[in-house]
């Protein structure tokens, strides 16, 4: 089994911020995000950490500095015999944009790892559904999707 879901995000302007929401059926996962520099290096600005999101759904955002593919990593490959259902919904806010009233721009984040609280991380006003853990907000710009991380 061991592995991964990999979502890339082009980032054309620097200040730019990346907001993320996702939640695993059963059973935890790691997630982090890597920027990607043009030498294919992986550079990473949200470690990779294992997050209780079968819990309560995570959500957290980064101000990115420099454009260019960010990618979100969420990585199952510590279990060997239990496959991962994973939801997610992924961003990109352009700087000076009204739809980041509320956010929390600034240095890479270290999100809790129990879900119990967003360190004011995530973006005010996103109520996600408490029964998928997904906003039920279709917004510009937004990337979704679903995967079985084996």
């Known amino acids: 089994r061991a592995s991964e879901h990999l979502v890339q995000c082009d980032v054309k302007e620097s200040r730019s911020v990346l907001s993320w929401e996702f939640v695993t059926s059963d059973y935890d996962i790691g997630f982090g995000v890597h920027h990607v520099k043009e030498d294919e290096e992986r550079v990473p600005v949200v470690p990779v950490k294992r997050r209780n999101s079968h819990v309560i759904p995570e ?26 259902e994973l939801f997610y919904s992924v961003k990109v806010v352009p700087p000076d944009t009204e739809a980041l009233d509320g956010a929390v721009p600034g240095p890479p984040l270290d999100l809790p790892s129990n879900g119990s609280q967003d360190s004011g991380a995530s973006l005010r006003g996103i109520k996600p559904d408490l029964e998928t853990g997904l906003t039920n907000e279709a917004e510009e710009g937004a990337v979704g999707g679903e995967a079985v991380v084996s």
């Open 59 to 84: 959500a957290g955002c980064y101000t990115c500095e420099a454009t260019g593919t960010y990618e979100l990593k969420f990585d199952n490959a510590y279990s060997w015999t239990r496959s991962k």
